[in-house]
């Protein structure tokens, strides 16, 4: 019995290191040392389920006089707790209380800090060799304690070594650059390893994203840890008792002319009583197909499938595309001289689609295509090229699979191929499958019929999913990009025009309410957008321009500026060019894009603009026209950003007025001219005057639209301020802290709205003497500024400069200065250096000048 050193009375202990998709290596490598007489701790083996994992380790490393550690690829991936094992085993090495002793079961260099050490190799070596590099690197005693079966014997027992290959086998071969699919491989492994129900999984997913690759690479992965593995082609469920019957002649439990009948019953009797065995039942269509084959014992069963039906007879393991990191290593092993930029846009192309990506990678190493002529042909000829560069071990290209089960799908349900056609016109992206029976009347027949009632709008979103062709919920389907392609290449013209117009006509149908400007629909907003982008919105029907005028609204209100304008520019220009910069769709998004210049901080464009519209409107449209009014309201509060605010004030009063004639006192658009006024009025010094038509207007806002919307949280962010000059300190507080809470619940800690009325209640605290807690406030809105609207946006300087006074009321001077010498230029640049907030900063800085002069001198500002 190999002793420990310390302590020879007991064995020596070991405990194995490895990573999850080498635990075939752990078993065999336990069971050798075992058997050779050591203490082996193995976590499949000791631990149990629930147990804390982390402590576990620590205390299995505390123990060992020895850490086997099992080196692959795998071993060193990044966020494995291998990395903590290893690195505790080299911190004790010193000490004289743990080995590291290194065994790579394959081809792999580890990193630095481990590279000098010695190790051996037990991959590629016959039984004999084996056995003896584990036992000499452990430097146990050799051929004691009980004999382990090699590989290779077909001996019921034990695990062989891995690698090996049962005798009864019919596996495909493995595709020899198999990429990545560690994390699923082991996740695979746990799962027929972890409980009775667990014996059957079921890989799902659409087609193309590399299930049969993935069964075919554990079926050889793990070879070692059976004695029977069967391959069987369920795609046509006549031939399955045909294949069953061979795999019993393979294993000689029935002659070569026994009935399959019998020849089932037989192995079945044997496999009832085993549990060393694999049956891999392959593009298997639906449950009822297979479930009569699926034999009892403990062996394992997995079933691969487009279908995600599988719920009765197997646990369910959906296969996602590949990660990035995966495709780009695929498109190397082909490619070794692309750039990764290159290699990251052509997998962003494919939509790290594993099949997709094979093709590519194929093809650009077969013909010498460089990365961007590949990309070019993708965009013009998806069908074409997606039918290019087969990989050995498909069945068929991407594209030519596709075909096929659109074809099946044709023939057998023409709701779900009309459901799907308009699917690949939307964005490939979930699209909630509510959405066609609240557009039923908008949807193409067969379509639109099925849609009127929901089991049968299910079968055909369940239809689309057992082909593989989307990938389904019980809540919405998805469709790949590059299904999408194809399926748009196949289509003439005139059918793609009219997908267009019943897919431009369900987004019109489904669109949320309350324009983009109530939180609750913001979901639905997010959901909705993609799909209204991918109709190109601007340039398509004219149904959809309102839906997309609503969706600007809504980035702007969720807080989401830079998306907002970089949309709005691009379409206010392409409406100004086909529609003229009169009508009204162009007079709309106008609005939009100046209130996406003055949220980005941009105030002189959003009042430039906003002068132009205004006057447009007028000629347009009339002096009291509602969206003249809008823009007339939208340029007073423009003015008063750029200390215009004798001009706001003129133009907010008549606004106000002609809103009042016109819509009345407590229409929303009114109350919001009145809430801008009032702002006019406390930048002239009419605090007074302000916090009257404030207090009026949070009134009207609270009966009108409630305590938590958040133009009344507005109001009283406003009337706060109003408060605070008054020296109503308390009030403002108190206001304050109750407007700040609703709005982080409304509208969430990051949204500008919540910094700004966090801002003023950190005002609060500096104007009551609590500088303290000021600046712990401003610190905190100051970096949420940055991080959300950058560091030089009018609303972080402002932030900033608050934050720089309540430094200098901390009697931190030398920083108080540093900090409004960094944003006074950055203001000065923002908003000119007339601007009564530049001003201010300077005054600010000249002070922290003086209050430093007694001590030392500031270095010169600007």
């Known amino acids: 019995m190999a002793k420990s050193a310390g302590h020879p009375e007991r064995p020596m202990r070991v405990f194995v290191s490895y990573a999850g998709s080498d635990r075939p290596w752990a078993s065999w490598a336990a069971q050798v040392l075992e058997a050779a007489g050591y203490q082996v701790e193995l976590d499949v083996w000791d631990w149990a389920a629930g147990d804390n994992f982390v402590r576990r380790m620590s205390e299995a ?18 966020d494995r707790f291998t990395e903590d094992e290893w690195t505790a085993a080299v911190a004790l090495r010193p000490r004289g209380r743990t080995r590291l002793v290194p065994v790579r079961v394959a081809e792999v260099t580890p990193p630095g800090l481990l590279r000098p050490m010695i190790y051996r190799d037990v991959f590629g070596l016959d039984e004999d060799d084996a056995r003896t590099v584990l036992l000499g690197a452990v430097a146990g005693p050799t051929g004691r304690g009980q004999p382990v079966a090699f590989p290779g014997r077909a001996v019921e027992g034990g695990p062989r070594m891995p690698g090996s290959i049962p005798t009864v086998w019919n596996v495909p071969y493995r595709n020899r650059v198999f990429t990545g699919r560690r994390p699923q491989l082991a996740a695979l492994r746990e799962g027929l390893t972890s409980g009775e129900r667990a014996l059957v999984q079921a890989l799902t997913g659409i087609g193309g994203v590399g299930k049969t690759q993935l069964a075919i690479q554990y079926a050889h992965l793990f070879s070692g840890e059976y004695d029977l593995i069967w391959w069987v082609d369920a795609g046509n469920p006549a031939l399955i008792g045909e294949q069953l019957a061979r795999c019993a002649v393979a294993a000689g439990w029935v002659g070569a002319t026994t009935k399959v009948d019998d020849a089932w019953t037989a192995m079945k009797d044997h496999l009832r009583r085993t549990g060393r065995w694999l049956l891999i039942f392959d593009n298997a269509e639906d449950a009822a197909a297979i479930y009569p084959w699926l034999p009892p014992g403990g062996g394992h069963v997995v079933i691969t499938s487009r279908s995600a039906t599988f719920t009765q007879v197997a646990v369910p393991v959906r296969v996602a595309e590949f990660t990035r990191d995966e495709s780009i290593e695929l498109l190397h092993a082909h490619r070794a001289d692309l750039s990764r930029p290159d290699a990251d846009e052509l997998a962003r192309a494919l939509g790290d689609l594993p099949l997709a990506v094979a093709q590519a990678a194929a093809l650009l190493e077969d013909t010498g295509l460089s990365a961007r002529d590949y990309l070019d042909e993708l965009e013009a000829h998806a069908g074409e090229i997606l ?3 087969r990989p050995l071990g498909y069945p068929l290209s991407l594209a030519a699979g596709i075909h096929l089960a659109v074809s099946r799908l044709g023939d057998q349900a023409p709701a779900a191929l009309e459901l799907l056609h308009l699917a690949a016109i939307l964005a490939p992206e979930p699209i909630p499958v509510a959405w066609f029976s609240q557009a039923r009347s908008h949807l193409p027949d067969p379509l639109g019929v099925a849609a009127d009632r929901p089991l049968t709008l299910r079968r055909a979103v369940s239809r689309v999913g057992s082909v593989g ?6 809540e919405a389907l998805q469709v790949h990009r590059l299904t999408q392609a194809v399926l748009r290449d196949d289509r003439t013209r005139e059918q793609l025009q009219g997908d267009h117009g019943f897919a431009a006509a369900l987004i019109a149908a489904v669109e949320p309410d309350n324009a983009g400007t109530d939180p609750a629909s913001w979901s639905a907003w997010a959901t909705l957008l993609p799909h209204l982008l991918a109709l190109d919105p601007v340039a398509g029907p004219g149904v959809l321009r309102d839906t997309a005028l609503h969706a600007l609204w809504y980035l702007l209100m969720r807080g989401d500026y830079q998306t907002a304008l970089a949309l709005t520019e691009t379409w206010y220009a392409r409406w100004s060019d086909d529609l ?3 009508h009204p769709h162009t007079l709309h998004t106008a609005r939009r894009l100046a209130a996406a210049y003055f949220f980005t901080g941009r105030y002189a464009d959003a009042r430039d603009l906003t002068v132009d519209t205004l006057a447009r409107s007028r000629r347009v449209l009339g002096e009291d026209h509602t969206d003249t009014l809008v823009a007339a309201s939208n340029l007073a509060a423009y ?8 001009e706001a004030l003129d133009l907010n009063t008549d606004t106000l007025n002609r809103y009042r004639r016109v819509l009345g006192d407590d229409d929303p658009e009114t109350l919001r001219t009145a809430s801008n006024l009032a702002i006019a009025m406390r930048k002239l010094g009419r605090h007074q005057d302000a916090c009257d038509l404030n207090t009026d207007t949070l009134a009207r806002y609270r009966r009108a639209l409630g305590d938590d919307h958040r133009d009344t949280l507005r109001t009283a962010s406003n009337l706060a301020i109003d408060l605070r000059r008054l020296d109503r300190g308390r009030e403002a507080h108190d206001l304050n802290v109750q407007t700040l809470s609703r709005y982080r619940e409304v509208l969430g800690d990051d949204h500008p709205e919540t910094l700004r009325t966090a801002s003023n209640l950190a005002l609060d605290l500096h104007a009551t003497g609590r500088y303290q807690e000021a600046h712990d406030l401003n610190t905190d809105i100051l970096s949420r500024y940055r991080r959300t609207l950058g ?11 608050n934050l720089a006074e309540d430094l200098h009321s901390l009697g931190r001077y030398q920083e108080a200065h540093d900090l409004n010498a960094e944003i006074l230029p950055r203001y000065r640049q923002a908003l000119g250096a007339d601007h009564p907030e530049a001003v201010r900063t300077a005054g600010n800085l000249a002070a922290d000048r003086d209050a430093l002069k007694p001590d030392q001198p500031a270095d010169a500002g600007p």
């Open 639 to 646: 003015l008063s950003a750029q200390g215009q605010f004798e």
């Open 61 to 78: 490393l505390d123990r060992a006089d020895v850490v086997l550690s099992l080196w692959s690829p795998a071993y060193f991936m990044p």
């Open 580 to 582: 003229g910069p009169d």
């Open 469 to 474: 062709l989307a990938r389904t919920t019980p």
């Open 387 to 389: 039918d290019e560069g």
């Open 791 to 801: 560091d030089d946006h009018p609303e972080t300087l402002r932030t900033a400069s």
